[in-house]
Nanobody, 126 residues
């Protein structure tokens, strides 16, 4: 059974940092690209960052470039999203997702992802 479980969200002040984790099971992580998405109330889900199956290709949305870093540790079956210099507009539920097929690059389209976690809430507020 494929599972993705996000953790690490919480309440943080503007300018602060959080590290989200996406722990996976039920498949071999090293074969699949993983994406991080977010959705704020009343808004559509949007891509935040993605990493290819071998880690050689990464994508960052313009609004997080220079602040967020995506990484993967296949031995720990976990993908991370390091978030620094957080802003109130980063407030959202963050989801990780697994690509539909093995060996894919860092895709930005939600339709390229088949399995999703339940999400973790990130709130940036003073």
């Amino acid at each position: 059974q494929v599972q993705l479980v996000e953790s690490g969200g919480g309440l943080v002040q503007p300018g602060g940092s959080l590290r989200l984790s996406c722990a996976v099971s039920g498949f071999t992580l090293e074969y699949y690209a993983i994406g991080w998405f977010r959705q704020a109330p009343g808004k559509e889900r949007e891509i935040v960052a993605a990493i290819s199956w071998n880690g050689g290709d990464t994508y960052y949305a313009d609004f997080v470039k220079g602040r967020f870093t995506i990484s993967r540790d296949n031995a720990k079956n976990t993908v991370y999203l390091e978030m620094n210099s957080l802003k109130p507009e980063d407030t959202a539920t963050y989801y990780c997702a697994r690509a539909r097929e093995v060996g894919r690059q860092a895709s930005t389209s939600p339709t390229e992802y088949l399995y999703w976690g339940q999400g973790t809430q990130v709130t940036v507020s003073s």
